[in-house]
């Protein structure tokens, strides 16, 4: 898997590249292709934070390495707060790389050592490099939420 810098793509026409880092930032986070050798190519926004950016490359990885066939066309779809996204694998597949990709980032002993210590899922976020929505999205997985809950912090 070879990851390219956003600069490095050829043949995108000005208002294209316009387009993507300005009014359409926020609505990509990263894309991938297949090359005829069967290397796959991952392009990352450039726009997006550190914690964005690992969470998009370990799902990218993680599609690559559980098998996970691209749709032909990637289908337009709205996220659970009614935002429109692009999909490029289908559902369960975008939730199973999602789910192995969070848990390589942020894996289990780790994320129970640092609860039971007293952190906050903040505090974790932090540490791991991953947003905080990453953190808790991997406390209710391995059910770890009531007790994070119900512990003041
Ligand atoms: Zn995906």
């Given amino acids: 898997m070879i990851v390219l810098n956003f600069d490095q793509i050829n043949g995108l026409s000005d208002s294209a590249r316009e387009h993507l880092l300005g009014p359409a930032a926020e609505k990509w986070s990263g894309g991938a292709c297949t090359l005829p050798n069967g290397m796959k190519l991952v392009v990352l926004n450039p726009t997006h934070g550190r914690a964005r950016t690992n969470a998009t490359l370990m799902e990218e990885i993680c599609h690559v390495f559980l098998g996970h066939q691209p ?13 429109v996204m692009a999909r ?12 192995v990709g969070a848990a390589g980032l942020l ?10 210590s007293g952190k906050t899922s903040r505090q974790i976020a932090a540490r791991f490099r ?24």
């Fill in 71 to 83: 749709n032909r066309l990637s289908i337009v779809t709205k996220d659970e707060r009614g935002k």
């Fill in 88 to 99: 490029d694998y289908r559902k369960s597949d975008e939730e199973e790389a999602y789910g």
């Fill in 107 to 116: 894996p289990y002993a780790a994320l129970k050592r640092l609860l039971v």
């Fill in 130 to 153: 991953v947003s905080r929505e990453l953190v808790e999205y991997r406390m209710k997985v391995t059910r770890l939420w009531p007790e994070y809950k119900s512990s003041a912090r």
